[in-house]
């Protein structure tokens, strides 16, 4: 089963294509969701998800921008190599699909795993954002807080999915582990329907996709939680930045959002009532709100 032949989700006035990114002579095809006009805001997704993350999003913010959500490499609808799912090379995928779009800067909006590309797009590469909105990631001076080391366990399935049997239950079955990471947060909350789920869960059936899950957990994630500290040690962040945590994640509550001292320009972070993980799905209104903030 290919990436062609799942069923696109559909949402009013959203048009798709594959967009060709080169990157080192290697050529990979993104595809890219897109509404509206006006100022340019890319939509990132996390784990496990793709561009469908930002239902609830696209049609409010798309009235007055220009609305891109991406499936990143190995995700949704995009190209899954067999290599390349590490942050340096993630982050140059993004850096590519801006240049083929032909978008000079943006408003970048990431969530889950690829907050950690938002991070180091801001830092390396800040004249290409006009402004970071973070969902579910804490600035990179939090650190691990006692509080949020007793609450690790709760992502004991990282270890199952990069084991030599992750790929395996990720696609097989009921696909119990996949459902558990997007059900296993915050029951209850209505992020999302079985229709919703259907559509995460369909394209991890594909081996190649669910071999690239545990690769950019494996190459990416894991890497990425050890490393973020040392990202922001001796610099300084010039984008405006908006972090926004459901108050109902049982890890990220545990978070430090204290001051970040002279380290920031303009970093604000925002506690999401009545959300957990998914604060796109749970919290649509205040993704919106906060991007608008940015974008006035």
């Given at each position: 089963?290919?990436?062609?032949?799942?069923?696109?989700?559909?949402?009013?006035?959203?048009?798709?294509?594959?967009?060709?990114?080169?990157?080192?002579?290697?050529?990979?095809?993104?595809?890219?969701?897109?509404?509206?006009?006006?100022?340019?805001?890319?939509?990132?997704?996390?784990?496990?998800?793709?561009?469908?993350?930002?239902?609830?999003?696209?049609?409010?913010?798309?009235?007055?921008?220009?609305?891109?959500?991406?499936?990143?490499?190995?995700?949704?609808?995009?190209?899954?190599?067999?290599?390349?799912?590490?942050?340096?090379?993630?982050t140059a995928?993004?850096?590519?699909?801006?240049?083929?779009?032909?978008?000079?800067?943006?408003?970048?909006v990431v969530?889950?795993?690829?907050?950690?590309?938002?991070?180091?797009?801001?830092?390396?590469?800040?004249?290409?954002?006009?402004?970071?909105?973070?969902?579910?990631?804490?600035?990179?001076?939090?650190?691990?807080?006692?509080?949020?080391?007793?609450?690790?366990?709760?992502?004991?399935?990282?270890?199952?999915?990069?084991?030599?049997?992750?790929?395996?239950?990720?696609?097989?079955?009921?696909?119990?582990?996949?459902?558990?990471?997007?059900?296993?947060?915050?029951?209850?909350?209505?992020?999302?329907?079985?229709?919703?789920?259907?559509?995460?869960?369909?394209?991890?059936?594909?081996?190649?996709?669910?071999?690239?899950?545990?690769?950019?957990?494996?190459?990416?994630?894991?890497?990425?939680?050890?490393?973020?500290?040392?990202?922001?040690?001796?610099?300084?962040?010039?984008?405006?930045?908006?972090?926004?945590?459901?108050?109902?994640?049982?890890?990220?509550?545990?978070?430090?959002?204290?001051?970040?001292?002279?380290?920031?320009?303009?970093?604000?972070?925002?506690?999401?009532?009545?959300?957990?993980?998914?604060?796109?799905?749970?919290r649509p209104?205040?993704?919106?709100?906060?991007?608008?903030?940015?974008?006035?």
């Amino acid at each position: 089963m290919s990436a062609l032949e799942l069923r696109m989700p559909d949402l009013a006035d959203v048009t798709h294509r594959m967009v060709q990114v080169h990157e080192h002579g290697d050529a990979l095809a993104l595809h890219v969701a897109e509404a509206g006009a006006g100022v340019p805001v890319l939509l990132l997704h996390g784990s496990p998800q793709h561009w469908w993350e930002y239902r609830r999003v696209i049609p409010e913010l798309a009235a007055d921008h220009r609305v891109i959500a991406a499936d990143l490499r190995g995700a949704g609808w995009s190209d899954a190599p067999d290599h390349g799912y590490d942050e340096a090379q993630q982050t140059a995928d993004v850096l590519a699909l801006l240049d083929a779009l032909g978008i000079e800067r943006v408003h970048l909006v990431v969530h889950d795993y690829s907050a950690f590309l938002g991070w180091r797009l801001a830092f390396d590469h800040p004249d290409r954002l006009a402004s970071l909105t973070a969902l579910g990631s804490p600035h990179p001076w939090s650190g691990i807080t006692p509080r949020m080391a007793l609450q690790l366990w709760r992502a004991w399935f990282q270890q199952v999915i990069i084991s030599p049997f992750g790929p395996r239950l990720i696609a097989g079955g009921r696909q119990r582990l996949v459902r558990h990471m997007i059900e296993g947060y915050a029951p209850g909350l209505g992020g999302c329907d079985v229709d919703d789920l259907e559509c995460f869960l369909a394209p991890l059936r594909d081996p190649v996709r669910a071999r690239a899950l545990a690769r950019t957990y494996r190459s990416l994630v894991l890497p990425g939680m050890m490393t973020m500290a040392a990202l922001g040690r001796r610099r300084r962040l010039t984008v405006p930045t908006r972090i926004l945590l459901g108050a109902r994640d049982p890890i990220m509550r545990a978070a430090r959002t204290d001051d970040v001292g002279d380290r920031a320009d303009d970093l604000v972070a925002i506690w999401v009532k009545d959300a957990a993980h998914y604060i796109a799905s749970e919290r649509p209104d205040a993704v919106v709100a906060a991007v608008r903030e940015l974008t006035r």
